[in-house]
C-alpha cells in the first residue's frame, strides 16, 4: 500500500477537503496511474452528498471521479497493453466477473458483478470502498484501463469517460449515421456531446431546448437546427420525422411531445435520469411501432472505440478547467446548470495541499 492525496468528502453535508489516502501496490495485472485532469459529473454531487441513499447509499469517506485521464507510472509483470509513460484513461468502471454472458458480449457495464470506480466495495480490502478520481494518482486493472491518443486535448478528453461514452454508445446501438435525422434533447453536459456525435456521424441533428439563448451554440457544436420545445408550432412541423432522439433531460417532462416526433420504427433513447416516473401515453409508442428505451455507458470495447472516434473527428467536450480547490464552487454552479458544458479538474492543484 501507499498513500495519495485526494479531496474526499466526510459527510453528506461536510463538502470536500483534503485527505489522504490507501492506494493498493500494483499486482502483476494492474496499471499505476498518475491523474492529471478528471471531470466532474452530475452523479458526483449526487454520490458526495448521499442524494441516491435508497438505491446506492455513500459510504464515506467518499473520494469522487469517474472521468479520469492521466499518465501510467508503472506497471505490473503480466501487463501487456500499457507502459510506463502511456497516456491512459479510465471510466465509470474498474472491474467486472468477465465470465457472465453480458462481460462475454464485451458490454461489461450489464455484469451483474461489475465493480464501480468509486463508492464500491474494494475487493482488494485496501480500503473499504474504492475511490475515484479526485486524487493524485490510481491503481487499476489493465482490462480496465483505456489508451488516449495523443492528439486529444486532456482536459477536454476526460468527460468522454462518462458524457461521452453514455451519448456515444445508444447512437451507435440505434444506427445512427449519414442520411438519419437525430434529435438530441437538452443541452448540457451530456447533450452538448449528443450533438457533437450525431454531426460527426454524418445525420441531420436538430437540438430541442427550453432556452433561446441556446440557439447559437447549439449551431456552433454542430447541431443543423434549433427547436424551441415550448413552440407547439415548431415542434409540430417535426411530427414523425425522426429516426432517433437522444433525450438527455434529468428533470421531469413531457415525453410524449418528443415520442409524437418518431417515424416509423424509430427510437427514442433516454440518458437523462428524471427522479420522478414519466407519462407515456401507449398509443405514442403503438402508433408507428416506436420504442422508449434507456442506455448507461459502453462497455470497455466500445469506449476505446469512441475514443478513437473522437480522435479521428477531433472531438473532445466543452470543459471550464478548475483546480480541485475549486470542486465545492463547481458543485453548488452544476446546480445552476453554470457551466459549459462540463468541468474538468486539473489535478497538478492537488500538489499544493
Not at 459527510?11 to 494492474?30: H, K
Not at 470542486?327 to 446546480?335: G, M, P, S, V
Amino acid at each position: 500500500m501507499y498513500n495519495a492525496k485526494s479531496y474526499a468528502a466526510a459527510s453528506a453535508t461536510s463538502g470536500l477537503a483534503s485527505q489522504t489516502i490507501a492506494r493498493r501496490d500494483p499486482t502483476e495485472n494492474d496499471v499505476q496511474i498518475e491523474i492529471l485532469f478528471c471531470g466532474v459529473c452530475h452523479s458526483d454531487l449526487h454520490q458526495v452528498r448521499n442524494e441516491w441513499s435508497d438505491v446506492m447509499p455513500t459510504i464515506y469517506p467518499c473520494v469522487p471521479g469517474h472521468e479520469i485521464v492521466g499518465r501510467v507510472t508503472s506497471v505490473g509483470s503480466g501487463v501487456t497493453k500499457f507502459k510506463a509513460g502511456d497516456l491512459a484513461a479510465v471510466g465509470c468502471m474498474v472491474d467486472s466477473d468477465r465470465t457472465c454472458p453480458n462481460c462475454q458480449a464485451g458490454e461489461e457495464q450489464f455484469c451483474p458483478n461489475f465493480a464501480l470506480t468509486y463508492n464500491f466495495p474494494d475487493k482488494f480490502k485496501t480500503s473499504p470502498v474504492t475511490y475515484g478520481g479526485y486524487s493524485e494518482s490510481i491503481v487499476v486493472d489493465e482490462n480496465f484501463v483505456l489508451r488516449v491518443p495523443e492528439n486529444l486535448d486532456l482536459a477536454g478528453t476526460a468527460p468522454l469517460l462518462c458524457a461521452g461514452i453514455t451519448t456515444y454508445s445508444p447512437m451507435r446501438h440505434w444506427g445512427v449515421t449519414k442520411g438519419k435525422k437525430v434529435g438530441v434533447v437538452g443541452l448540457g453536459g451530456l447533450g452538448h456531446m449528443g450533438v457533437k456525435f450525431a454531426h460527426a456521424l454524418g445525420a441531420e441533428v436538430v437540438v430541442f431546448t427550453t432556452s433561446p439563448g441556446k440557439k447559437e451554440d447549439a449551431l456552433r457544436l454542430g447541431a443543423d437546427e434549433v427547436v424551441i420545445s415550448k413552440n407547439s408550432d415548431e415542434m409540430q412541423k417535426h411530427v414523425g420525422s425522426f429516426d432517433f432522439i437522444l433525450d438527455a433531460v434529468s428533470a421531469n417532462h413531457d415525453i410524449n411531445a418528443y415520442l409524437q416526433l418518431l417515424r416509423r420504427d424509430g427510437n427514442l433513447t433516454l440518458v437523462g435520469a428524471p427522479d420522478k416516473p414519466l407519462e407515456v401515453a401507449a398509443f405514442n409508442l403503438i402508433m408507428g411501432r416506436r420504442s422508449l428505451s434507456g442506455s448507461p455507458i459502453g462497455g470497455i470495447k466500445e469506449t476505446q472505440e469512441m475514443l478513437d472516434f473522437c480522435s479521428e473527428h477531433n472531438i473532445t467536450a466543452d470543459v471550464e478547467v478548475i483546480p480541485i480547490q475549486k470542486i465545492n464552487e463547481a458543485y453548488e454552479r452544476l446546480l445552476k446548470s453554470d457551466v459549459k458544458y462540463r468541468f474538468s479538474i486539473d489535478m497538478a492543484s492537488l500538489k499544493d495541499e
